[in-house]
């Protein structure tokens, strides 16, 4: 299914999921944000959206979905646009959802999703939005299960993010030091030392 010409060519369904998702999908393909030649990326590829906050979605060439964060975040959100529009629809505001010591077994993974969507909910309900009708509605005209257990698509997000080859962003600095990020989830050990 081609999510981004119904996307853009349904302005009501975009316009929903830009409510509900916090993301804008653009008419056309554009180049991604190189922060004035500073930034390059490892997988090349074309931005299809972005958030309100100037943050960008880039489809990349081997299919995946790059996030490149307007606060410094980054990395690959997303095996498909099939898998990136599931997460979307599934966990809106997926940016809350990042916490690497949830997902360390898959009680501690529902029991955090759980409480993440609750919040969702509860805000959208003081906008006089049902949250759940909302993705429901998205769901069935993008053809997208909406699912009460979070777990598999978060599971999947998580291991998107964290494959190999790592989409990396590599931003260098005037002086030539360089910086780069390739994951959202940041790479620290637990307490038995496992990363």
Known sequence: MDYIKILREDH???ELLCVICDVEIFPEFVTPEDEGGHLAYS?????FAREGSGSQYILLE??????WGSEGQGGRIADSLGDFFELMIN?????E????GAYQDEESLREFAEEVYEEHREETLEDEIDLLESQRELGERLGIEVKEDLVAILMKF???AKREPRFIQTYTEDDGSQHSISSLFEEEENEDGII
């Not at 997988?43 to 931005?47: A, D, E, H, L």
């Not at 081997?62 to 996030?67: E, L, P, Q, R, T």
């Not at 966990?91 to 940016?95: A, E, F, I, K, R």
């Open 12 to 14: 009501e369904l975009s």
């Open 43 to 47: 997988i090349s590829g074309q931005t």
């Open 62 to 67: 081997d299919g995946s979905v790059g996030y």
């Open 91 to 95: 966990c809106p505001y997926w940016m």
């Open 97 to 100: 959802y990042i916490w690497e």
């Open 158 to 160: 998580y291991h998107s």
